[in-house]
């Protein structure tokens, strides 16, 4: 596959920054927003799903509510590449693990996980140690978070899909 430039307008650009704030915007206050019609606001949204813009629409739970009080980011050193595969799927299995990256500096992956409590965390951990190709882990607990976002600045015009 190739990639193609696409063209983003203004209307395309603002749909999508009121959509990173308002994921549950309806359609018809979207039309008024960018001043179209409800139809041709639809149409956008279609071509922008389509273009792999838009990941999807997620509700952000409030996790302290339930009783998910520790956040952390677990930073794992894999052995050797041989073992990336086989640990990214051990990864998509824990529930607890929010976000898994692929880094550079102190280890090779970087988790940020959600859990109960100290307990669940140790657990977790043990787990995580126990996986073949792990050969250390290093955890940093969040104390609080002052941003945490998933919006990305959009003002440029063009953008690469692949075709």
């Known amino acids: 596959m190739k990639n193609v430039i696409h063209h983003l307008d203004d209307i395309d650009i603002a749909i999508l920054k009121h959509l990173q704030q308002h994921g549950r915007a309806q359609r018809n206050k979207l039309a008024k927003i960018v001043n ?15 273009k792999k813009l838009i990941d999807g629409y997620h ?6 509510k339930f009783q998910f009080d520790i ?6 050193e894999v052995d ?3 073992y990336h595969a086989p640990f990214v799927e051990k990864v998509i299995q824990e529930s607890e693990v929010q976000e898994c990256h692929s880094i550079t500096g102190d280890g090779s992956h970087m988790l940020k996980i959600a859990t109960r ?6 657990k977790l951990l043990s787990r995580i140690q126990s996986w073949e190709g792990v050969k250390k882990t290093r955890t940093n607990i969040v104390l ?13 015009e063009q953008i690469e899909t692949e075709a």
């Open 117 to 122: 409590n100290t307990v669940s965390l140790e």
């Open 36 to 50: 179209l019609s409800v139809p041709s606001v639809s149409e956008r949204m279609r071509k922008l799903e389509e």
């Open 144 to 156: 609080s978070t002052f941003k945490e976002t998933r919006e990305i600045p959009i003002d440029n």
């Open 71 to 76: 956040v952390a980011f677990i930073f794992v």
């Open 80 to 82: 050797n590449s041989s």
């Open 59 to 64: 509700a952000v739970l409030n996790a302290q």
